[in-house]
């Protein structure tokens, strides 16, 4: 990280306080301190920080609640406990929760700032905000909650959504929260190698064990090693390939094709799919027990259509991605080219608004991003209504409303009807109407 890292220290003895605030101010940190849980929560949700350092024993609030509060917050912040000699074990039970490490009372000024700096230097290798998921929208809000939280385990995780909601984006937004952030993310298409390669795609070969092998390669899987392997279109395995896949999880060995011993192979499993894996099972094309493994946890991705709240920002980051490479960029966008992008179905979702974005911003140039400098056909959707007819103009609102409400209840109706403060009968006849599905 660029700037200096952002450290909450929250100790209620005034003299450790003190002394052990100096000390991280002084090896450069920007600090926070405060000597209460309760004004600690409160920090914790009105300011970003890296790091909390913090105390077991709080007046308002315990640093192990404090804590777990930390760790759900987007992006998670990093923790390290303080404990006196008696809580140790439950200062190691917090390890497997996520909590980065914890210091046992008495400790040396020394010690602390050393045990800091380790966790700095893990966050440093943490991808950065640019990569991370656009999460304007309660939905995606709620999505980074839950994938942040199974980040700090190593189960296998599935991410289900259409084509183009940016499932590896949010596969990367596991691994960076993790705690093999510091190693490998590997990401592959297994729709986009021929079945015949895939095997040594993903295990690896040795020289010379088919034709054309004229070097060894260390495959997906061990190239993971120590981190994480990304499997995009994970349906499109062959039943060979599936085989294999489910002996490596079950052993946490590869063989490479050509070689006769199994190399230990240590990797969390990320895998994708736009389509339904259970219909595969059920017509025989992909094996249930492998299922089971990679199923453990689910995150769907929800599509753009439904979280409108996210265009607006995900155009900001795509036009500031293209501000790195060139500044021949528009500056902005105007509200009636907005309009148009917030009021298009997205079919294509997340890539589809960047492409429209990347040619927006080729005819725009260094001005700021019009109408007509849009696809033709956003354009005509546009222009094929009336901008001053009061009735077009109320049912863009109101469908805009209605699928934002039902993104902030993940799909349940009468949730979303309290929000919208409907009947679930008026609720269900506007979605028929205005083609909603949910």
Not at 294 to 321: A, K, Q, Y
Request: charged share 25%; with cysteine; proline share 5%.
């Amino acid at each position: 990280m660029s700037r200096a890292p952002r450290v909450l220290l929250v100790e209620d003895e005034p003299t450790a306080l003190l002394a052990l605030g100096d000390a991280l101010e002084d090896a450069g940190y920007e600090l926070v301190c405060t000597a209460d849980g309760a004004r600690a929560r409160a920090l914790l949700g009105s300011t970003c920080f890296d790091l909390m350092v913090a105390d077991v024993r709080l007046p308002g609030c315990d640093g192990y609640q404090l804590a777990r509060e930390a760790l759900d917050k987007s992006p998670p912040v990093a923790v390290i406990l303080m404990t006196a000699f008696g809580e140790v074990d439950r200062a190691v039970e917090m390890l497997k929760v996520g909590v980065r490490d914890y210091l046992t009372k008495p400790f040396s000024e020394e010690e602390l700032l050393a045990r800091v700096a380790s966790v700095v230097q893990e966050l440093a290798a943490r991808p950065p905000a640019s990569d991370e998921p656009v999460a304007e929208s309660q939905a995606m809000r709620e999505l980074l909650k839950l994938a942040c939280r199974v980040a700090r385990t190593d189960a296998t995780v599935m991410i289900l959504g259409e084509t183009g909601v940016g499932k590896e984006v949010v596969a990367r937004y596991v691994h960076g929260c993790s705690p093999r952030t510091g190693h490998a993310f590997v990401a592959a298409n297994c729709a986009a190698i021929p079945a015949e390669l895939i095997e040594s795609e993903m295990f690896g070969h040795l020289r010379g064990a088919f034709t054309g092998a004229t070097a060894a390669r260390r495959g997906w899987l061990r190239s993971a090693h120590g981190g994480s392997l990304f499997l995009d279109e994970v349906g499109e395995l062959s039943q060979a390939a599936q085989a294999k896949l489910l002996r490596a999880l079950e052993t946490r060995t590869v063989t490479p094709v050509g070689a006769d011993k199994p190399e230990v192979a240590d990797f969390r499993l990320i895998t994708a799919s736009n389509r339904s894996l259970d219909e595969q099972t059920a017509t025989g094309s992909f094996r249930l027990d492998l299922l089971y493994r990679l199923n453990v946890f689910e995150l769907t991705v929800p599509p753009l259509r439904d979280r409108p709240e996210d265009i607006s920002p995900l155009v900001g980051h795509f036009l500031g991605e293209l501000r790195k490479r060139s500044e021949d960029v528009p500056i902005g966008i105007t509200a009636g080219a907005l309009e148009l992008l917030s009021v298009h179905p997205w079919p294509g979702n997340v890539r589809e608004l960047r492409n429209a974005v990347d040619h927006a911003a080729i005819l725009a140039g260094s001005e700021r991003i019009q109408a007509e400098h849009l696809p033709a056909k956003l354009r005509g959707q546009g222009e094929a209504e009336d901008p001053l007819n009061l009735r077009q103009s109320t049912d863009r609102l109101q469908a805009r409303q209605i699928r934002a409400a039902l993104a902030i209840a993940l799909g349940h109706r009468v949730r979303a009807a309290e929000l919208l403060g409907v009947s679930r009968k008026h609720l269900w006849e506007l979605m028929k109407r205005h083609g909603i599905e949910g």
